[in-house]
């Protein structure tokens, strides 16, 4: 959905509810250089509502590579699995940083199934957790 197609309001709760970062990758908004959008974690297309419980915070890659998923295949199980959903799960269930806190590893066969589906270790992601490093903004707390 585009960016203005949510009222103020509600553009307000979701950013403030996640804290202006990208509910999938973390990547803070302030120092994204494309604006970041609400996400239907349900996408229209397979009858999600845009109401604030299916909303979501997320950087242009994370939303891009989402699409309308709502499940990947988990590479250790071979199984299709939900992909993370940040209403329902809680981010530190099912990612952890890696001893490289640069790449992101995942915890269950969700959040192993998100990082390959939404690409949450690609190169344009690692660029900006390093230069977040430097500056001691990354990992996050």
């Not at 403030?16 to 250089?33: D, F, K, N, Q």
């Not at 297309?45 to 604030?52: C, D, Q, R």
């Amino acid at each position: 959905m585009s960016r203005n197609s949510h009222s103020h309001e509600l553009r307000q709760l979701v950013e403030t509810r996640a804290v202006s970062r990208c509910e999938y990758c973390l990547t803070p908004m302030e120092i994204s250089t494309q604006p970041f959008e609400i996400e239907h974690i349900i996408p229209l297309s397979k009858k999600g509502l845009s109401t604030p419980e299916n909303l979501a915070l997320s950087c242009r890659g994370c939303n891009s590579h989402k699409y309308n998923k709502t499940e990947a295949v988990d590479n250790i199980s071979d199984k299709k699995v939900p992909i993370y959903n940040p209403r329902a799960d809680q981010w530190k269930t099912h990612f952890a940083w890696d001893r490289n806190p640069l790449y992101l590893k995942g915890l269950t066969p969700t959040g192993r199934a998100t990082i390959q589906a939404l690409k949450l270790n690609r190169a344009q992601l690692i660029s900006v957790r390093r230069i977040l490093q430097q500056i001691h903004m990354h990992p996050p707390r």
